[in-house]
């Protein structure tokens, strides 16, 4: 019996290891990439004087910048997971259109020492949030905060963003590291005339803002060190960066943003 015995182990020895092989050799199952939290997509860091600055475009118009600890929001709006998102210590809305100023999206990431400040139409609109007027000046927290015009310039573009309106954009100035957030305008005189930007948003959707060619001109202009085309709409960001290629103090970051 003892060699049969020695076979039978060695028999089962050989399918044992036949079946391990076999199983090493199948295919491995097809691995999605894991995904970024909600708080860590599209983010980018930038070194200020005092500390990191955070900068996360988050969809069409809402940008995150994180500073300190602190969390500051422009255009908080629309499609994301709001409730995976940290808190807003400061809210700036630019104007009243609802992919702007969205008052459930506000509700969500606000608690009772938000600070909110708002164009003077959205504040009203809103029925919250302090206003602050084109050329007005903040020191809000840890940030300088300046209200700059955001308006329509062509004929028939001029009913949706009226320079009447007073509709605002933001600089904010993180220790010397300043963002300027356009909101919704055109390639404006005052745009061009801005000085020392290091991080521009600007808007590209039609027939709302601008096309691609009259954002790249605009950055032409006043060369902000880094660039994000938002807003697209179905407008290619890749654009502004192909019109932009010989301009190598700017840098382009083409991101999808629904
Ligand atoms: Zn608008």
Same mark, same amino acid.
């Given at each position: 019996?003892k =060699?049969?015995?020695?076979?039978l182990?060695?028999?089962?020895?050989?399918?044992? &290891?036949?079946?391990?092989? *076999?199983?090493?050799?199948?295919p491995?199952a097809?691995?999605?990439p894991?995904?970024?939290? !909600?708080?860590?997509?599209?983010?980018? %860091?930038?070194q200020t004087?005092?500390?990191? #600055?955070t900068?996360?475009?988050?969809n @069409?118009? +809402?940008?995150?910048l +994180?500073f300190?600890?602190?969390?500051?929001y422009?255009?908080?709006?629309?499609k994301?997971?709001?409730?995976? #998102?940290?808190?807003?210590? %400061?809210?700036?809305?630019?104007?009243? @259109?609802?992919?702007h100023?969205? !008052?459930d999206?506000?509700?969500?990431?606000?608690?009772?020492?938000t600070v909110?400040?708002a164009?003077?139409?959205?504040?009203a609109?809103?029925?919250f949030?302090?206003?602050i007027?084109?050329?007005?000046?903040?020191q %809000?927290l840890?940030?300088?905060?300046?209200?700059v !015009?955001?308006?329509n310039?062509t =004929?028939?573009? #001029?009913?949706?963003h =009226?320079?009447?309106?007073?509709?605002?954009?933001y600089i904010?100035?993180f220790?010397?590291t300043r963002v300027?957030v &356009?909101?919704d *305008?055109?390639? *404006?005189?005052e745009?061009r005339a801005?000085?020392?930007i290091d991080?521009?948003f600007l808007?590209?959707?039609? =027939?709302? *803002?601008? !096309?691609?060619?009259?954002?790249?001109?605009?950055?032409r202009?006043f060369?902000?060190?880094?660039?994000?085309?938002y @807003?697209?709409?179905?407008?290619?960001?890749?654009?502004v960066?192909?019109l932009?290629?010989?301009?190598t103090?700017?840098e %382009?970051?083409?991101l999808a #943003?629904?």
């Amino acid at each position: 019996m003892k =060699p049969c015995i020695v076979y039978l182990l060695a028999a089962w020895a050989t399918a044992m &290891a036949a079946g391990c092989d *076999t199983s090493s050799q199948q295919p491995a199952a097809p691995q999605t990439p894991p995904q970024p939290a !909600p708080s860590e997509r599209n983010v980018a %860091v930038e070194q200020t004087a005092e500390g990191e #600055l955070t900068i996360q475009p988050i969809n @069409h118009s +809402a940008v995150r910048l +994180a500073f300190k600890g602190r969390q500051y929001y422009v255009d908080p709006a629309g499609k994301a997971d709001w409730d995976a #998102l940290p808190k807003a210590d %400061v809210i700036l809305i630019t104007h009243e @259109h609802r992919d702007h100023l969205d !008052p459930d999206v506000v509700a969500k990431i606000r608690t009772a020492d938000t600070v909110i400040l708002a164009s003077a139409a959205a504040a009203a609109k809103a029925g919250f949030g302090e206003m602050i007027e084109i050329g007005q000046t903040r020191q %809000v927290l840890d940030i300088t905060l300046e209200a700059v !015009p955001a308006y329509n310039l062509t =004929p028939d573009r #001029l009913r949706y963003h =009226p320079r009447q309106r007073k509709d605002n954009g933001y600089i904010l100035t993180f220790a010397g590291t300043r963002v300027y957030v &356009a909101g919704d *305008t055109e390639g *404006t005189e005052e745009m061009r005339a801005l000085k020392d930007i290091d991080v521009a948003f600007l808007p590209i959707n039609l =027939p709302y *803002t601008m !096309p691609a060619a009259e954002a790249a001109d605009a950055a032409r202009a006043f060369k902000p060190r880094i660039l994000y085309p938002y @807003h697209q709409g179905t407008s290619d960001p890749a654009e502004v960066r192909r019109l932009l290629a010989d301009e190598t103090a700017i840098e %382009v970051r083409v991101l999808a #943003l629904p």
